[in-house]
């Protein structure tokens, strides 16, 4: 059974930034791609970022373009969310999800594996 678990999350003022980290606990994610979920108060989890094992293949949510950038380290076995011009409107639970396949992590439903998730809190 994979187990992720996410980091970095915090309260951060409008206009800051955060990075999200993720890392399996107890596994190696060989060729797995990974992705960031969010989930605001009284909304549907939505889909933010994917990337793929390889790092060549990225998808962003519109709402993370220009601002956010997923990344990853194989070596360390660790997916990154780097997140620029915070907004109030970003404040949520982030997700952590994970899939051998590419294009689950990228669609609405997400991959089979997901972390507990870390609070990010944008204060206006």
């Known amino acids: 059974q994979v187990q992720l678990v996410e980091s970095g999350g915090g309260l951060v003022q409008f206009g800051g930034s955060l990075r999200l980290s993720c890392a399996p606990s107890?596994?190696?994610?060989?060729?797995?791609?990974m992705g960031w979920f969010r989930q605001a108060p009284g909304k549907e989890r939505e889909f933010v970022a994917a990337?793929?094992?390889?790092?060549?293949?990225?998808s962003y949510a519109d709402s993370a373009k220009g601002r956010f950038t997923i990344s990853r380290d194989n070596a360390k076995n660790t997916m990154y969310l780097q997140m620029n011009s915070l907004k109030p409107e970003d404040t949520a639970v982030y997700y952590c999800?994970?899939?051998?396949?590419?294009?689950?992590?990228?669609?609405?439903?997400?991959?089979?594996?997901w972390g507990q998730g870390t609070q990010v809190t944008v204060s206006s």
């Open positions: 990337i793929s094992w390889s790092g060549t293949s990225i």
């Open positions: 999800n994970a899939d051998v396949a590419f294009w689950r992590v990228a669609a609405k439903q997400g991959g089979n594996y």
């Open positions: 107890g596994s190696i994610l060989s060729g797995y791609a």
